[in-house]
Nanobody, 119 residues
Framework: QVQLVESGGGLVQAGGSLRLSCAAS????????MGWFRQAPGKEREFVAS????????NYVDSVKGRFTISRDSAKNTVYLQMNSLKPEDTALYYC????????????WGQGTQVTVSS
């Protein structure tokens, strides 16, 4: 089993920046892709961004393109989400997740880190 541990959330004013980190508890954990999801109060959880381990290919939801950047440090088995130009609508609980193959869904999840953007 592997645990994903998020950090870096907090309270920031609109227009500010935060960087989220997600570390896998096992350095030897092999994954196909890792991603970030978020869930705002009263809303369904939504996909934010993902990155593949093999070649670093990235994918983003339209609402964060140009503002958020996902990256990885393979040596540390850590994935980051750099969030710039934050908006109040980005306020949510952000989750890190991992999938072990192209044919599997995101099956490993972290506990979440809260991001609150004030206007």
């Amino acid at each position: 089993q592997v645990q994903l541990v998020e950090s870096g959330g907090g309270l920031v004013q609109a227009g500010g920046s935060l960087r989220l980190s997600c570390a896998a508890s096992r350095r030897t954990f092999s994954y196909y892709a890792m991603g970030w999801f978020r869930q705002a109060p009263g809303k369904e959880r939504e996909f934010v961004a993902s990155i593949t381990e093999s070649d670093g290919s990235t994918n983003y939801v339209d609402s964060v393109k140009g503002r958020f950047t996902i990256s990885r440090d393979s040596a540390k088995n850590t994935v980051y989400l750099q969030m710039n130009s934050l908006k109040p609508e980005d306020t949510a609980l952000y989750y890190c997740a991992a999938r072990v193959s192209l044919f599997a869904g995101f099956q490993y999840w972290g506990q979440g880190t809260q991001v609150t953007v004030s206007s």
